[in-house]
């Protein structure tokens, strides 16, 4: 079965909605939609903005990678370094 497309207007919408449900109320059909409209406004953060800010050979590193290497850069300078507890209380 097909996936209706992101772009579909509400006539192509309620026609796949009745081809898959059957008749609906028109009341169904508008909160399905209103449903429909919300679920695509979603929007998802993946941390690209904050990693294009970061040094070329930082990028591609994971958080805790990043942890890491500035740990190490850190105890090579001579610095002593303690590790807050995970849950560390501010």
């Known amino acids: 079965?097909?996936?209706?497309?992101?772009?579909?207007?509400?006539?192509?919408?309620?026609e796949y909605v009745v081809g898959l449900r059957g008749s609906l109320a028109d009341v169904e059909l508008d909160e399905l939609?209103?449903?429909?409209l919300r679920l695509h406004g979603i929007g998802f953060a993946t941390g690209r903005g904050y990693r294009s800010m970061l040094p070329p050979e930082e990028q591609r590193l994971s958080?805790?990678?990043?942890?890491?290497?500035?740990?190490?850069?850190?105890?090579?300078q001579g610095r002593n370094i303690e590790r807050l507890p995970d849950k560390a209380m501010f």
């Open 33 to 36: 939609w209103e449903r429909r």
């Open 63 to 76: 958080r805790e990678e990043r942890g890491r290497k500035t740990e190490m850069e850190a105890r090579a």
């Open 1 to 14: 079965m097909a996936v209706l497309p992101r772009e579909a207007t509400y006539g192509e919408f309620c």
